[in-house]
């Protein structure tokens, strides 16, 4: 056999193997999901953002990703773009999720409130696995108490995270919009709708400390500050 056949025959080999490889071990390309992993995905095209889903595995790392495709005859702008972000949750935060995820049977069966018909929030999906587990459920409202906490806590971070967005927004393009939307933010703490306060705590640290900022927006920063260390 001469060398360059010889060659032939190694380099189809190596590309092959990996190949083969994975169809006899159809799981092997899953190895991410053998990691306990929650997700909760929204798609509601009447609020802003129309879509999004937070990814949180058992070690805290979690994945945030957001879209509101622009609608007809409305102008976009850097504020409403896709936006994806990587983050570490707070130990407590993290450990609520799965234990949440645990009392509702990690999302074994269905959810939604069914009783009566009620108004459109949205369509959220739950979706829990591991090694040994996978499932899902899909539900506008739900009446039991796990996922009604889930739900909270997963609409809290985005609403963190988007107010963060707006601010950076605003900061850079409209400085005088910021007290509006900090009034916002504090509004939404107040009603216990954000959550993970901490992981815009830079953002909030810099407006407090930038003079060329109204003094009311950078009192309502402080107050988010002081808010976001206690968590």
Not at 57 to 73: H, M
Not at 102 to 116: L, M, N, P, T, V
Not at 181 to 208: F, G, M, T
Request: hydrophobic share 40%; with cysteine.
């Amino acid at each position: 056999m001469n060398r360059q056949l010889l060659y032939a025959l190694t380099m189809f080999a190596l590309l092959i193997f990996p190949a083969a490889l994975s169809a006899q071990s159809p799981h092997a390309a899953e190895g991410a999901s053998t990691v306990a992993t929650v997700t909760f995905d929204c798609d509601w095209p009447a609020f802003t953002p129309q879509k999004f889903s937070v990814v949180v595995k058992a070690d805290g790392s979690a994945k945030y990703s957001s879209s509101s495709p622009t609608r007809a005859n409305e102008e976009s702008s850097s504020a409403d773009e896709d936006y994806q972000l990587d983050f570490k949750l707070t130990p407590a935060t993290r450990d609520k999720i799965f234990s949440l995820a645990e009392q509702a049977d990690y999302f074994k069966g269905d959810f939604d409130y069914r009783k009566h018909a009620i108004a459109n929030t949205g369509k959220k999906t739950l979706s829990y696995s591991d090694a040994t587990r996978r499932a899902q459920t899909v539900f506008n409202y739900s009446d039991n108490p796990a996922i009604q906490e889930l739900n909270r806590i997963f609409q809290g971070i985005s609403n963190t995270l988007q107010h963060g967005r707006r601010l950076v927004f605003l900061r850079r393009f409209d400085k005088l919009g910021l007290e509006a939307e900090l009034k916002y933010a504090e509004q939404n703490a107040e009603s216990h709708n954000l959550a993970e306060l901490q992981l815009i705590a830079p953002l909030l640290e810099s407006i407090v400390d930038d003079k060329s900022i109204l003094n009311i927006a950078r009192q309502r920063a402080k107050r988010l500050l002081t808010q976001s260390t206690a968590q």
